[in-house]
């Protein structure tokens, strides 16, 4: 079935449109160009009624609105109208071939007398009016069934011819746009002769209904056939043109009068396709197990269908068969055919797949909810006898009871979809991130991915800046992170289902996970580094020169001083390396210690008070720094000041530390500061950690420090 085409996709698409143009106009004009009495009748009970008129009614003062209308006569012939004259679809009303050719050639009765300019009508109280018959039906009068059956099938013969501009050499948009057609003639050929007034020519309606019935049947063997090479091909080429040759010449039969029954002739073999439909639908599902996108493209397929031809035969077609006649609801039913086309269209063109997965699961368990609720419904009424109301409160009881755990069951095994664990995802991040080696992290984060999504194939990926589908689903792109490769995922759900933004969704939680977990540890081993590069520079620069010091000093007194001071910075090391700082309150305990057991050596007293928040955190930089001013301050009053006592003031403030330091030895004038370095030391400590520093004679030396706190300093 190779069809050879020099056409562009626009050129068939503008095609398309000339010709529904063309054909709804000529519609409209069939339409328009029957007789019009401007009575607007239904059916009530038993017996037709005018329900409205118009102006176009003439020859009695009163409006006949509301009166049983049982004949229409000219001078020359009258009929006894009956509601079967009002049928608006034959195939659901007259049962056999004999009522539909006395159906027939009452219309033709009637319509040969509305050909008339006058006509009278007989209503039940035996009044007769006169009224005037035009010729020709009003556009504005085309009840809202007339356009809602030809934007059916316009819209369905549009939809249908778009997928094939773009699809042309496909055989299931062929076989859709051979559906399309059909649904345009028999969705505006029905939306003629059911929207009637009460009339049509006998020709006319014959060819319209019998037109109706053959492009609806055609339509039911186009979709078989187009099952037959969608989303696969299961069969060869001329299986699909046998099935369309079967249905064509059920038609043929039909209208040769080999079948008595016309519910039977009209409705077997439709249904007959309608199962196979359903059969062939499940031989795809089955074969798409390992299939995604074959999967998908059916899911597009099997959601429109059971939303649209479904319902329609539901409601329409299936009643019928029980005598029920469902004609009335027919032409609005028609718009159901619409969701079959966009399905299609959608499926067919590959849009979107990836995003059908996980809402198409939930309306089609929606679907089976409401219509478990309906059936225990009519099992409580019909068996139990109960009261529609106890029933219904009943069905809503037993469904909330069995349906949602068994809901749950069927989303994780058949849909395949789990909810993600926190707690599983969080351990299998952190064992990625305290893995020893790169490649062991890689290796690690891989499993992790092809844990969560059940991948059938897990590669190195391409640049991503975020995790991205690609391949229509098929694929999903996992960035590089950090010092890890990035990462290709191939066939979600060990190849049974495609990825979707649900899945995205999930990758970036991941991948967010691993970047925070990943920069946490680096920045502690950045800490570790930094502290360690510290200590050394702490034994490097202050314990080692110390110690040489103390090893080439020639007086016992300030050797012993060296070490002792060596031994006090060598314990604040090892207890405070790691914390990155203590508290004032215990830096200044144990630096209170040290002086005073220096200054009792010297004989000297210790004067120490400390106020403020003592509690408050100290950087490193000022552990050393406030240590040492404290040590030269008692150097100095040791070696040079004679003096008795020393009175050490401490208060901390929110942003400042207010340190003084005071003897009452012999005061500054009488030190050689140009020959020490003790004093010089504290101004240089002082500038370092951003503070001031003042040298006074009081009674002594007094030596007045400002030192900023943490943001103060610049």
């Not at 017996?47 to 008129?53: A, F, G």
């Not at 085309?142 to 356009?147: K, M």
């Not at 007959?272 to 597009?300: M, T």
């Not at 490097?540 to 007086?555: C, E, F, G």
Request: charged share 15%.
């Amino acid at each position: 079935m190779k069809i050879m085409t020099r056409f562009t996709p626009v050129s068939i698409l503008f095609m398309a449109a000339i010709f529904a143009i063309m054909w709804s106009g000529a519609v409209i004009w069939v339409s328009f160009n029957q007789p019009y009495m401007g009575l607007k009748l239904g059916i009530v009970g038993e017996q037709i009624r005018i329900l409205d008129t118009d102006s176009s009614l003439a020859g009695t003062m009163e409006s006949p609105k509301n009166q049983v209308l049982k004949r229409i006569s000219i001078p020359t012939q009258a009929i006894d109208l009956i509601p079967m004259d009002l049928a608006p679809e034959p195939d659901s009303a007259m049962g056999t071939y004999r009522n539909y050719a006395q159906f027939l050639e009452r219309q033709g009765q009637i319509a040969d007398m509305l050909r008339q300019q006058k006509l009278e009508l007989t209503l039940g109280d035996g009044q007769v009016y006169s009224i005037s018959v035009t010729p020709h039906r009003p556009v504005k009068t085309f009840d809202l069934a007339f356009w809602v059956q030809l934007i059916v099938g316009v819209v369905a013969w549009l939809i249908s011819a778009a997928v094939y501009a773009f699809r042309s050499n496909e055989l299931a948009a062929r076989y859709l746009l051979l559906s399309g057609i059909c649904t345009l003639v028999f969705s505006s050929f029905a939306g003629i002769y059911s929207t009637r007034e009460i009339a049509l020519p006998t020709t006319l309606f014959q060819f319209l209904s019998d037109l109706n019935f053959f492009g609806g049947s055609v339509f039911i063997a186009s979709f078989v056939a187009l099952l037959l090479y969608y989303p696969r091909r299961i069969a060869p080429n001329w299986v699909g043109v046998g099935v369309i040759g079967i249905f064509v010449l059920w038609f043929i039969a039909q209208q040769m009068g080999m079948f008595e029954s016309m519910t039977f002739a009209r409705r077997f073999l439709v249904m007959l396709g309608l199962l196979c439909s359903f059969v062939l639908a499940a031989i795809h599902w089955w074969f798409s197990q390992y299939a995604p996108l074959e999967r998908a493209a059916l899911q597009w397929f099997l959601l429109s269908w059971l939303l649209g031809t479904s319902l329609f035969v539901l409601f329409i077609l299936l009643p019928t068969l029980f005598g029920f006649d469902t004609s009335a609801l027919q032409g609005y039913a028609f718009t159901l055919f619409l969701l079959v086309y966009i399905g299609l269209a959608f499926g067919i063109l590959r849009y979107r797949l990836f995003e059908l997965g996980i809402w198409w699961g939930r309306i089609l368990l929606l679907l089976i909810a409401i219509l478990f609720l309906i059936l225990l419904d009519i099992i409580f009424i019909s068996l139990l006898n109960l009261s529609p109301k106890i029933s219904m409160t009943l069905a809503l009881v037993v469904c909330g009871i069995l349906w949602l755990p068994l809901r749950g069951w069927i989303w994780e095994k058949f849909l395949g979809y789990l909810s993600p664990k926190r707690e599983l995802q969080f351990r299998e991040i952190i064992g990625v991130t305290l893995a020893t080696a790169q490649q062991n992290q890689q290796q690690l984060w891989q499993e992790v991915l092809q844990k969560n999504f059940a991948a059938l194939q897990v590669d190195e990926g391409i640049y991503t800046e975020a995790p991205v589908l690609a391949q229509q689903g098929l694929q999903l792109h996992i960035p590089a992170i950090q010092q890890l490769h990035a990462v290709t995922l191939g066939y979600a759900g060990q190849g049974r289902r495609l990825f979707s933004q649900y899945d995205v969704a999930i990758a970036t939680e991941l991948c967010e996970m691993l970047d925070y977990a990943i920069q946490a540890k680096m920045a502690y081993e950045a800490g570790v580094i930094e502290e360690r590069q510290r200590i050394r520079r702490d034994l490097h620069d202050n314990i080692s020169s110390q110690l040489v010091n103390a090893l080439h000093s020639q007086q016992p007194q300030r050797k012993d001083d060296m070490i002792r001071n060596t031994l006090t910075d060598l314990r604040d090391v090892i207890n405070h390396s790691m914390s990155g700082g203590i508290c004032f309150e215990e830096l200044l305990i144990n630096i209170r210690a040290e002086i005073a057991e220096r200054l009792a050596l010297a004989d000297i007293q210790l004067d120490w008070s400390m106020t403020g928040n003592v509690q408050q955190a100290m950087s490193l930089e000022m552990i050393h720094g406030l240590r040492s001013i404290l040590r030269e301050a008692t150097n100095n009053c040791i070696r040079h000041a004679y003096a008795q006592h020393l009175k050490i003031k401490i208060r901390i403030e929110t942003q400042f530390l207010l340190l003084q330091v005071q003897d009452d030895g012999q005061g500054l004038a009488e030190l050689k500061i140009g020959q020490g370095q003790g004093l010089t030391n504290m101004q240089t400590r002082v500038q370092l950690l951003g503070g001031e520093i003042q040298f006074l004679n009081q009674q002594g030396l007094l030596i007045d420090m400002k030192l900023p706190l943490g943001s103060n300093r610049e």
